[in-house]
């Protein structure tokens, strides 16, 4: 063991110094002049279709840059493995859990995506077969 | 959302002189208003710990307590732990004891363990472990942070 620099050494970890002083850059650390923010929709209920997304009321508010939805992106499902892959990246027909991904929202600050602007989903379900919560009529989701 | 209020603190020793709104929290003042950003916010509603500092010398978890509540208090933040180029002991400890991983919840579990050990220098291990129970890790098991809790014990006598 004496003829290694590393193996069976005590080795302090890389970046254990600037992650104690709080000087170690996290993803929402960053800081850019001019940066905009986004915030996801997300479904509130478990199973349901989508028949509608109207995106026009929280398009035109003030600050918002953009919305996007499955129209936007590409509809190629994913998954950590190619044999998985049963995700898209934005909900296309239907939601399929509570925080199911809807929308995205980019805007000047983070207050933007979440006032009430009304990208609005129109769903129902359940599904024939399902769990789900039945009877439940159309509901409108705000962004 | 109606007008700021003014507010008078004090931060790793530095004063600050304010103008914040009343829905402000003491989180986003410091990491957005001010530009620490070592604090972190992990879950905004005070369960996880990752937004610790200490407010005139008690623990708070920062995402949940508004900054007017602080005018005229004294902060500590992670960035206020060591002085100048040297790391506090409570900082080497971490860093020696291998308790640091992916680091989000080090900066709470440091400040954390600051007010643990200045009010008990001598802690049990029940005593730590109570102390610490606000403050959650994910990566490492917490075994080698109570390690390094034990650790700044004996760096700090």
Known sequence: ?143 | MGSKHRIQITVNEEEYDLLVHPNRTLLDLLRYDLGLTGTKEGCDEGDCGACTVIVNRKVVTSCIVLAVEVDGATITTIEGMQKGDALHPIQQAFVDSGAVQCGFCTPGMILTTKALLDEFPDPSEEDIKHYLEGNLCRCTGYTKIIDAVNNAVQLLK
Not at chain 1, 115 to 128: D, F, K, Q, R
Request: proline fraction near 5%; charged fraction near 25%; charge should be positive.
């Open chain 1, 1 to 143: 063991m004496d003829n290694y620099s590393i193996v069976g050494k005590r080795i302090p970890h890389r970046d254990a110094m600037e992650k104690v002083k709080g000087s170690a850059v996290f993803t929402s650390d960053i800081k850019l002049s001019g940066m905009l923010h986004g915030k996801i929709l997300r479904s509130p209920v478990p199973h349901a279709k989508i028949r509608n997304i109207d995106i026009s009321k929280a398009e035109k508010l003030k600050g918002v840059k953009a919305v996007f939805t499955a129209k936007d992106v590409p509809l190629i499902k994913f998954s950590i493995s190619p044999t998985w892959a049963d995700k898209l990246i934005l909900a296309n027909k239907k939601v399929r859990y509570i925080g199911d991904e809807i929308a995205a929202v980019v805007a000047v600050d983070e207050e933007r995506p979440g006032v009430a602007g009304t990208g609005g989903v129109i769903g129902h379900g359940p599904e024939i077969g399902v769990r789900g919560e039945a009877g439940v009529a159309a509901r409108q989701v705000t962004l």
